[in-house]
Nanobody
């Protein structure tokens, strides 16, 4: 089971970046996918998620600036980040959640660093 995240980098405040996460998990087994982020000394926080039914949710801090989407044909989820702020600087992690026979399981990709700085 793998999730491969990519797309992080350095961007100036107000700029944009797009993250992508490809998974080898069958989309029929996934209940939701999401992006989390974490900075040193802080807990990992949910940034955005999308359910198998297409319902999206966002953290208040990114609402209106970030957009999560998915391409089922490529088993890939994306995070488009616009109007980036220095406080968006973090390691971003892709997550896939499965639900089977009453059991929820979380799978994580490697982090990809996003740095917003002038």
């Amino acid at each position: 089971v793998q999730l491969q995240a990519s797309g992080g980098g350095l961007v100036q405040p107000g700029g944009s970046l797009s993250l992508s996460c490809a998974t080898s998990i069958s989309r029929f087994g996934i209940s939701a996918m999401g992006w989390y982020r974490q900075t040193p000394g802080k807990q990992r926080e949910l940034v955005a998620s999308i359910t198998s039914g297409g319902r999206k949710s966002y953290a208040d801090s990114v609402q209106g600036r970030f957009t999560i989407s998915r391409d089922n044909s490529k088993n890939t989820v994306y995070l488009q980040m616009n109007n980036l702020k220095p406080e968006d600087t973090a390691d971003y992690y892709c997550n896939a959640r499965t639900f089977s026979f009453g059991t929820t399981s979380d799978y994580w990709g490697q982090g990809t660093l996003v740095t917003v700085s002038s």
